[in-house]
């Protein structure tokens, strides 16, 4: 009889130890999620400004087009579209900042494409954001006139 009161005392422990473990577990998990969201974003921003910097870069041989590069805008919207449509944001690139710089059209000038991004934590937005306020991200990428 007394062996069967200590097992009962035991199941009873293991639940109460399961009952203060679980809301930590689970923030962990949460956290897991939500920080390799925020690196995929990264990666994508990174993936965006490379495109756009291989998208300045290139030489225009139709000799219809004035400009023999594409314009600011032109990359400036293809940064755009590439970060619609791959961050895991439910679509919201409107925080989305992008500077290009050139130092000229000349073969072998660079040019810099920078992408500035805020992202807000997706899970737990308000938890997160309260301690945190989200984290900026970026990308720059640089590369040579053609």
């Given at each position: 009889m007394y062996f069967s009161f200590i097992?009962?005392?035991?199941?009873?422990a293991v639940a109460i130890e399961f009952a203060f473990l679980l809301p930590i577990?689970?923030?962990?998990?949460?956290?897991?999620?939500?920080?390799?969201?925020?690196?995929?974003?990264?990666a994508m921003l990174t993936?965006?400004?490379?495109?756009?910097?291989?998208?300045g870069i290139?030489?225009?041989?139709d000799p219809t087009v004035t400009?023999?590069?594409?314009?600011?805008?032109e990359i400036t919207a293809t940064v755009q579209a590439y970060c619609q449509n791959h961050l895991i944001s439910f679509g919201n690139s409107s925080q989305l900042q992008t500077q290009i710089t050139r130092t000229g059209d000349e073969h072998g000038d660079p040019l810099t494409v920078t992408v500035a991004y805020h992202y807000e934590f997706l899970v737990l937005p308000n938890f997160i954001t309260a301690l945190a306020g989200g984290l900026d991200l970026g990308a720059e990428s640089v590369m040579r006139m053609e």
């Open positions: 097992k009962f005392r035991q199941k009873g577990l689970l923030v962990l998990l949460v956290g897991i999620i939500e920080f390799s969201i925020m690196f995929y974003d990264k993936n965006a400004c490379r495109e756009g910097a291989r998208l290139v030489y225009n041989f400009d023999i590069h594409p314009t600011d805008g």
